[in-house]
């Protein structure tokens, strides 16, 4: 059973042929025994999991159960649970037990599924490996040397080693879609505004958007039947009705138009990666799409815009980790000011105090108009490119990412690091919908198709992201686990 | 633009981060790459393109102005370092 999406889980489920309880200690043995290796759970919530697929049992028994009912999944520890420790993978946090559930937790809460536990992420979603957690790199389950992508490294490399049938993501420059990328899973980040973001650690407020993390775009459908729709706590969340997503999965791509930008096909994008993108091309023609010419003249300042807003917005959203109301504080503060700095210095890493710094200079006086208004600026100009290019076809497709999944430690570079989300980032900035397929495999990794739409066109991108799924089966490819960084823990003790 | 380090000793401030001085140097030159990369979009013409804050142009919803909320300060004090009485403790502020 484990393995399975999360269509043929509830099926099995709903005709008893497998019970909550039994597939969610199925997957709480998977995690026991595999996830030393990948190291994609922060916590691992044993005895309520057990409890939640008792009580999808009983809903399940009594025919009451909804399509979600009874399945095992993971949450970013980037979501707000109550009772639960939520780390955003910092130490800031490392103590934090949060009070309430974020409104995305509560509502695949209510629609029975389990919750197996929290998934490591680059600290403070601020990362494209997640080589930056305060609970150490997740390594990716198709070669533990390398990296799984990020911030949603975690569940990424949970849903791909299937270590839980779906999972919850955040996606602020690409931290969906680039780890789903190299992970070989399908990775879908919704428009800006479709699902709340109440209860979800706040990194870049005008960027930041929850998603599903699966098997494939039929799974994203079914989760985001749930994600999505307005929520009043979050006064950015938009007042949209939610269609069933999976209605529309099977519409006829006949007439649909592709376009290509030619500036994500240019320097830097690996051979294999363009090879199985073209061919993914290829495919959607068969299926009845037109392939059209764009551009996006203004996506090479993408990555520049993103690191003023995004560090701009961090700023002001970390400030609120002061030690005084929860979270670390330092010991014995000798004042005020003491307290703040080393608390601060000391909770928060590297990357986190960097993106701080420029976020601070960003916004400062002198500096506001020439960085931040001008970023502004620009943002509105990659926005119109999109709409441009709207104008002329139904969905935009290309890369999700230049390559495929690099070592562990291989980028020390910030800004090297920060060129990882050249194709993703500019949807960020449009708040469009955005998702990555699997595409291809070279060399046993991973490739990521990225498909964007507009603004909440969710229905169609799923559509065009699933019929791609019914007639290919990289999506259904998994990696091999039983290569020697899995070996098991009686062989290492006699080693030692 | 490349950042020496006496500004970010003052920015360091700004965000409550203390940086060292063996650190600051390191730093710097970090900045000051990220910043050479956020230069780019000089080059660009915006004079007459209006910022973008939001994808859509939203604006912030009203609700009418109704008490809505219970007093939950017990339970959302539950994780503080240091309370008493309802009250944060922090190191003394005052002289």
Redesign the interface.
């Known amino acids: 059973m484990i393995g399975k999406s999360i269509t043929e889980l509830s099926k099995a489920l709903a005709a008893r042929e497998i019970s909550s309880v039994e597939l969610t200690q199925a997957y709480l043995k998977r995690i026991n025994e595999v996830d030393e290796s990948l190291n994609s759970f922060i916590t691992v919530c044993e005895d309520q999991a057990l409890a939640q697929a008792k009580a999808a049992d009983t809903k399940l028994a009594a025919g009451e159960a909804n399509s979600l009912c009874g399945i095992p999944m993971a949450h970013k520890d980037i979501f707000c649970t109550k009772g639960i420790t939520t780390t955003c993978g910092s130490r800031m946090l490392s103590?934090?037990?949060s009070?309430y559930d974020a409104t995305v937790v509560e509502k695949f809460k209510a629609a029975g599924a389990v919750t197996l536990g929290k998934t490591n992420m680059d600290e403070f979603a601020m990362g494209s490996s997640n080589e930056t957690s305060y609970f150490g790199p997740v390594n990716n389950p198709w070669d533990i040397t390398r990296v799984p992508g990020g911030s949603s490294g975690g569940s990424a490399t949970a849903v791909a080693a299937d270590l839980c049938a779906m999972a919850t993501g955040t996606d602020t420059g690409g931290s969906i879609r680039q780890p789903a990328s190299f992970c070989g899973v399908t990775g879908f980040k919704p428009?800006?505004?479709r699902v709340s973001r109440w209860g979800m650690i706040a990194f870049a407020s005008?960027l930041d958007q929850a998603g599903p993390i699966c098997k494939s775009a039929e799974d994203a459908a079914m989760m985001l039947n749930v994600m999505a729709g307005l929520d009043?706590k979050d006064?950015?969340s938009?007042d949209l009705a939610v269609p069933d997503y999976r209605a529309t999965l099977n519409d006829s791509l006949d007439g649909l138009r592709i376009g290509i930008p030619r500036q994500h096909f240019a320097e830097g994008l690996k051979a294999e990666v363009e090879q199985a993108v073209r061919e993914a091309l290829s495919e959607y023609e068969k299926l009845g799409a037109t392939l059209v010419d764009i551009d996006l003249p203004?996506n090479?300042?993408s990555?520049?815009?993103y690191?003023?807003v995004a560090p701009a917005e961090a700023?002001a959203n970390l400030?609120r980790y002061?030690?005084?109301?929860?979270?670390y504080?330092c010991d014995n503060?000798?004042?005020?000011?003491?307290?703040?700095?080393?608390t601060?210095?000391e909770g928060?890493g590297d990357e986190v105090?960097?993106r701080?710094?420029?976020g601070?200079?960003?916004l400062?006086a002198g500096y506001y108009d020439?960085?931040y208004?001008?970023?502004?600026?620009?943002?509105?100009?990659i926005?119109q490119d999109f709409l441009d290019a709207f104008k002329d076809v139904d969905v935009i497709v290309g890369p999700t990412s230049p390559h495929t999944a690099f070592l562990l430690g291989a980028k020390t570079?910030?800004?090297a690091m920060?060129l990882e989300d050249i194709y993703t980032i500019a949807v960020n900035?449009?708040?469009?919908p955005g998702v990555s397929i699997p595409a291809g495999i070279s060399d046993d990794l991973p490739i990521g198709l990225q498909i964007v739409a507009g603004?909440f066109a969710e229905a169609k991108l799923l559509n065009v992201a699933h019929q791609f799924q019914l007639h290919t089966d990289w999506h259904t490819r998994k990696p091999n686990l039983s290569g020697p960084g899995f070996a098991a823990p009686s062989s290492k003790e006699v080693e030692g | 633009m490349a950042l020496d380090k006496s500004e970010v000793e003052k920015i360091a401030q700004l965000a409550r981060l203390h940086v060292s001085d063996s650190e600051a140097d390191e730093v710097a030159s970090r900045i000051s790459e990220i910043l050479a990369l956020i230069d780019k979009m000089q080059a660009v013409d915006t004079q007459n393109v209006e910022p973008l804050s939001h994808p859509l142009d939203s604006v912030q919803r009203l609700r009418p102005d109704e008490v809505n909320e219970t007093d939950r300060r017990d339970e959302l004090q539950e994780n503080s370092p240091n309370t008493e009485a309802g009250l944060y403790l922090v190191p003394k502020v005052i002289d």
């Open positions: 103590n934090f037990v009070p428009s800006y505004g005008s009043i006064s950015t938009i203004n090479h300042l990555v520049s815009a690191y003023v700023s400030s002061d030690g005084v109301r929860y979270g504080r503060p000798v004042d005020l000011e003491d307290m703040y700095k080393r601060r210095s928060f105090k960097r701080i710094l420029v601070t200079y960003a400062s020439a960085y208004l001008k970023a502004q600026r620009i943002r509105r100009l926005k570079d910030p800004v920060y900035l449009a708040g469009l603004d």
